[in-house]
T-cell receptor, first 118, second 113 residues
Framework: GAVVSQHPSRVICKSGTSVKIECRSL??????MFWYRQFPKQSLMLMAT?????????EQGVEKDKFLINHASLTLSTLTVTSAHPEDSSFYIC??????????????FGPGTRLTVL | AQSVTQLDSQVPVFEEAPVELRCNYS??????LFWYVQYPNQGLQLLLK??????LVKGINGFEAEFNKSQTSFHLRKPSVHISDTAEYFC???????????FGTGTRLTIIP
């Protein structure tokens, strides 16, 4: 089946530093990738939709200059949390869509990255 | 806009007993419906999905769900649960391929030995 990986799985950083999280589709091409954020014991909140070769679409309330998304290829999307602060500590999960025009779709999720900002 | 309601935040069930996790949705257009499971500190795994056709959908790990358009529901069921089913379960909707998922708040299923 389709596999999505994330790296790193866990990161601890100091306040003010930037952190990059990678999301890769290992055995399929993903035209669309999604980035979610999950606070403890809460649901997933969509942050942005990333399409290969174009700018990401951010959800309302998500700062695009703080959460930089790059989708440079059909198998890789990156999320960079710039100038991270303790309130950015969260579980970040990406998903990749295998849909092609006219086909049914499924989003496959990565294992998540736990970010802790000290 | 779409929304998903999972009324039960926690559901304790004895091992080998049946379980139903409730999900209701709201949308002005047709939707695709999904159930995902999340084990501690892990990402989400798809249990099952309804796109069209038969309203009874069978998924992995013995789970099934039934789409009820008139009641705008997509409840998840399993006839006999196991300890390994302990996890968080999320119901989600989307309006089509390549569209974002809107999640419910999740239901924590706890299996009592």
């Amino acid at each position: 089946g389709a596999v999505v990986s994330q790296h790193p799985s866990r990161v601890i950083c100091k306040s003010g530093t930037s952190v990059k999280i990678e999301c890769r589709s290992l055995d399929f091409q993903a035209t669309t990738m999604f980035w979610y954020r999950q606070f403890p014991k809460q649901s997933l909140m969509l942050m942005a939709t990333s399409n290969e070769g174009s700018k990401a679409t951010y959800e309302q309330g998500v700062e695009k200059d703080k959460f930089l998304i790059n989708h440079a290829s059909l198998t890789l999307s990156t999320l960079t949390v710039t100038s991270a602060h303790p309130e950015d500590s969260s579980f970040y999960i990406c998903s990749a869509n295998t849909a092609t025009s006219g086909s049914t779709d499924t989003q496959y999720f990565g294992p998540g990255t736990r970010l802790t900002v000290l | 806009a779409q929304s998903v309601t999972q009324l039960d935040s926690q559901v304790p069930v004895f091992e080998e007993a049946p379980v139903e996790l409730r999900c209701n949705y709201s949308s002005s257009v047709s939707v695709y419906l999904f159930w995902y499971v999340q084990y501690p500190n892990q990402g989400l795994q798809l249990l099952l999905k309804y796109l069209s056709g038969s309203t009874l959908v069978k998924g992995i790990n013995g789970f099934e769900a039934e789409f009820n358009k008139s009641q705008t529901s997509f409840h998840l069921r399993k006839p006999s649960v196991h300890i390994s089913d302990t996890a968080e379960y999320f119901c989600a909707v989307s309006v089509g391929p390549n569209e974002k998922l809107t999640f419910g708040t999740g239901t924590r299923l706890t299996i009592i030995p």
